[in-house]
């Protein structure tokens, strides 16, 4: 079976330029979170989506937006790059929203903003 | 700020010999804990989860003792193996309103000596 997939894999971006990083869950699950990581730190949570809604939003600014499709798969897109979102990327898929279920993290996408 | 965090940021141990990994948190609600691995290249895997009506849970070869009263966790290795080099980080698993966001400590990384 398929884990959770990411794409790219990685990419290279220089400041002020936007960028799309995709997500595609585990068949079946429904809530997709995404979170960056900064060399050497902790995943940090940026947004939660369940049934295509936003059930949480991390303490990042309104350069970074994400939305879920009706198969569940998810976008991230953040605007006017800065060199410190230069970070892995990592999506997390799991079958609800809660405690009971557990998150499921892709290899992430590398992004370097130069 | 980060409601966890980990004691040592790295923890060298000889093949064989049992590891201890340390996290403390802050938020005295917290009541969902979990800890993740993370190898080079890949994103954070799921080792063993404790709730915090528990005090202790064990996997193989895995043992999570959690202790409310200093709002500290722990995560043992037995028999430490060179698959398990890697980053470990405690998260908590915390709600707010209707999502259920993972808070990560920094990580500890830990090196098996042959």
């Known amino acids: 079976d398929a884990g959770v997939t990411q794409s790219p894999t990685h990419l290279i971006k220089t400041r002020g330029q936007h960028v799309t990083l995709r997500c595609s869950p585990i068949?079946?699950?429904?809530?997709v979170s995404w979170y960056q990581q900064v060399l050497g730190q902790g995943p940090q949570f940026i947004f939660q989506y369940y049934e295509k809604e936003e059930r949480g939003r991390g303490n990042f600014p309104d350069r970074f937006s994400a939305r879920q499709f009706p198969n569940y798969s998810s976008e991230l897109n953040v605007n006017a790059l800065l060199l410190g979102d230069s970070a892995l990327y990592l999506c997390?898929?799991?079958?609800?929203?809660?405690?009971?279920?557990?998150?499921?993290f892709g290899p992430g996408t590398r992004l370097t903003v130069t | 700020g980060e409601s966890v965090g980990l004691h040592l940021p790295t923890l060298s141990v000889q093949e064989g010999d049992n590891s201890i990994i340390n996290c403390a948190y802050s938020?005295?609600?917290?009541?969902?804990f979990i800890w993740y691995k993370q190898e080079s290249g890949k994103g954070p895997q799921f080792i063993i989860d404790i709730r915090s009506n528990m005090d202790k849970r064990q996997g193989q070869r895995v043992t999570v003792l959690l202790n409310k009263t200093v709002k500290h966790l722990s995560l043992q290795i037995a028999a430490t193996q060179p698959g398990d080099s890697a980053v470990y980080f405690c998260?908590?698993?915390?709600?707010?309103?209707?999502?259920?966001?993972?808070?990560f400590g920094a990580g500890t990384t830990v090196t098996v000596r042959a």
């Open positions: 998260a908590e698993n915390g709600k707010s309103s209707n999502d259920y966001k993972l808070s």
């Open positions: 938020n005295s609600a917290s009541d969902y």
């Open positions: 997390a898929s799991s079958l609800g929203v809660g405690s009971s279920y557990e998150q499921y």
């Open positions: 068949s079946g699950h429904k809530s």
